[in-house]
C-alpha cells in the first residue's frame, strides 16, 4: 500500500513503541516523516529503524508540555516538508498510585504530557493540516473507557484526550480535517514494563481488568490502525475512537 505518497506525517512519542511503530508503518507507505520526541538518544534508534532508501525523515526534539517547543516544532517540519497532511500524537506517560498518596505535581505531569501535549499539538498543526486537509489521530486508552485501578491521573488525561478530540473533529469537520482517536488495551512497551507500583495496590485486580480475551498485541497492531484512521480511506470517519484491546472490555 502506498497510502501516504506525497504526504508528510508528524509523530509525536515516536522515541517509543507505539509512536515508533506508527513511524514505520507510515514511511512504508510512502510518507516523509517528522519525527519528534524529548528522548533523543532513543529518537536516533528509530531514524535508524526507518532505514536510508529514499525516505524523507527529520528527528525533532520537542517536550510537548512546551508551547514554544511545540510550536517551533512544527514550523521546522512544515518549513523542511512544506505541508503537514497527518499528525500522530503518541507521546504519552503512566504511573500508578493510590488515590490517596497522589500528590498535584505528579498528576499534572500526567495532564501536561498526555493531555495538554497533546492539544498542544493539535493547537499549532491544525493551521497546516486545514491546508492540506489532513487529519489527527491520538492516542486514548481503555483507560478512558473502563477507569484502572490506580491510574486515576492517567484515566482522566486519556478521557480528556477523548473529549478533547471529539470537539475538535466537531470544529473543524466543515473546514476538511477529521480527528479520531485509539483506545489500546495492554501493549508490551517501555511505558508498561518499566512500571513502578505502589505497596498497597492489588496487582491480580489490576491485571485481571487489563486482560485481553485475544492474544496480546505488540505496537503494530495498534500502527495499522492508525495509518487506516490517518490515510483517505477513512475519509468519512471523524471524531470516533477505536478499541484495539483485544476484547478487554468486550
Ligand atoms: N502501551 C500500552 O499499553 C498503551 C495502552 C493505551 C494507551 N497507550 C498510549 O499510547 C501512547 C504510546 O505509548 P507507548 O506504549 O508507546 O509508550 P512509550 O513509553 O514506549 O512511548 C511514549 C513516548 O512518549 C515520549 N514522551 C513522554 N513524555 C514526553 C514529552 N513531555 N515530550 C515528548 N515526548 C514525550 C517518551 O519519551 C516515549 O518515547 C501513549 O500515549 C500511551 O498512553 C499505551
Same mark, same amino acid.
Given at each position: 500500500?502506498?497510502?501516504?505518497?506525497? =504526504?508528510?506525517?508528524?509523530?509525536?512519542?515516536?522515541?517509543?513503541? $507505539?509512536?515508533?511503530?506508527?513511524?514505520?508503518?507510515?514511511?512504508?507507505?510512502?510518507?516523509?516523516?517528522?519525527?519528534?520526541?524529548?528522548?533523543?538518544?532513543? &529518537?536516533?534508534?528509530?531514524?535508524?529503524?526507518?532505514? #536510508?532508501?529514499?525516505?524523507?525523515?527529520?528527528? &525533532?526534539?520537542? /517536550?510537548?508540555? #512546551?508551547?514554544?517547543?511545540?510550536? /517551533? !516544532?512544527?514550523?521546522?517540519?512544515? /518549513? *523542511?516538508?512544506?505541508? &503537514?497532511?497527518?499528525?500522530?500524537?503518541?507521546?504519552? !506517560?503512566?504511573?500508578? #498510585?493510590?488515590?490517596?498518596?497522589?500528590?498535584?505535581? /505528579?498528576?499534572?505531569?500526567?495532564?501536561?504530557?498526555?493531555?495538554?501535549?497533546?492539544?498542544?499539538?493539535?493547537? %499549532?498543526?491544525?493551521? *497546516?493540516?486545514?491546508?492540506?486537509?489532513?487529519?489527527?489521530?491520538?492516542?486514548?486508552?481503555?483507560?478512558? %473507557?473502563?477507569?484502572?485501578?490506580?491510574?486515576?491521573?492517567?484515566?482522566?488525561? =486519556?478521557?480528556?484526550?477523548?473529549? @478533547? !478530540?471529539?470537539? $475538535?473533529?466537531?470544529?473543524?469537520? =466543515?473546514?476538511?480535517?477529521?480527528?479520531?482517536?485509539?483506545?489500546?488495551? *495492554? $501493549?508490551?512497551?517501555? @511505558?508498561?514494563?518499566? $512500571?513502578?507500583?505502589?505497596?498497597?495496590?492489588?496487582?491480580?485486580?489490576?491485571?485481571?481488568?487489563?486482560?485481553?480475551? &485475544?492474544?496480546?498485541?505488540?505496537?503494530?497492531?495498534?500502527?495499522? @490502525?492508525?495509518?487506516?484512521?490517518?490515510?483517505?480511506?477513512?475519509? %468519512?470517519?471523524?471524531?470516533? #475512537?477505536?478499541?484495539?484491546?483485544?476484547?478487554?472490555?468486550?
Amino acid at each position: 500500500m502506498n497510502r501516504f505518497a506525497g =504526504k508528510v506525517a508528524l509523530v509525536t512519542g515516536a522515541a517509543g513503541g $507505539i509512536g515508533r511503530a506508527c513511524a514505520v508503518q507510515l514511511a512504508g507507505e510512502g510518507a516523509a516523516l517528522c519525527c519528534v520526541d524529548y528522548n533523543a538518544e532513543a &529518537l536516533n534508534d528509530t531514524m535508524a529503524a526507518l532505514g #536510508d532508501g529514499n525516505l524523507q525523515k527529520l528527528a &525533532l526534539t520537542c /517536550d510537548v508540555r #512546551d508551547e514554544a517547543q511545540v510550536a /517551533d !516544532t512544527v514550523k521546522q517540519c512544515v /518549513d *523542511h516538508f512544506g505541508r &503537514l497532511d497527518a499528525l500522530v500524537n503518541m507521546a504519552g !506517560t503512566l504511573r500508578f #498510585d493510590m488515590a490517596v498518596d497522589l500528590e498535584v505535581k /505528579d498528576w499534572s505531569n500526567v495532564i501536561a504530557i498526555n493531555l495538554t501535549g497533546t492539544m498542544l499539538m493539535c493547537k %499549532h498543526a491544525l493551521p *497546516h493540516l486545514e491546508s492540506s486537509s489532513g487529519s489527527i489521530v491520538n492516542a486514548a486508552s481503555t483507560a478512558a %473507557h473502563a477507569g484502572i485501578p490506580y491510574g486515576i491521573a492517567y484515566a482522566a488525561s =486519556k478521557g480528556g484526550v477523548l473529549a @478533547m !478530540t471529539r470537539s $475538535i473533529a466537531m470544529e473543524y469537520a =466543515k473546514r476538511g480535517v477529521r480527528a479520531n482517536t485509539v483506545s489500546p488495551g *495492554h $501493549i508490551a512497551t517501555g @511505558m508498561t514494563n518499566d $512500571i513502578t507500583f505502589p505497596e498497597e495496590a492489588d496487582i491480580d485486580f489490576l491485571f485481571q481488568r487489563t486482560e485481553s480475551i &485475544l492474544p496480546p498485541a505488540d505496537p503494530k497492531g495498534v500502527a495499522s @490502525m492508525v495509518a487506516l484512521l490517518a490515510s483517505e480511506e477513512a475519509f %468519512h470517519i471523524t471524531g470516533q #475512537d477505536v478499541l484495539i484491546d483485544g476484547g478487554t472490555l468486550g
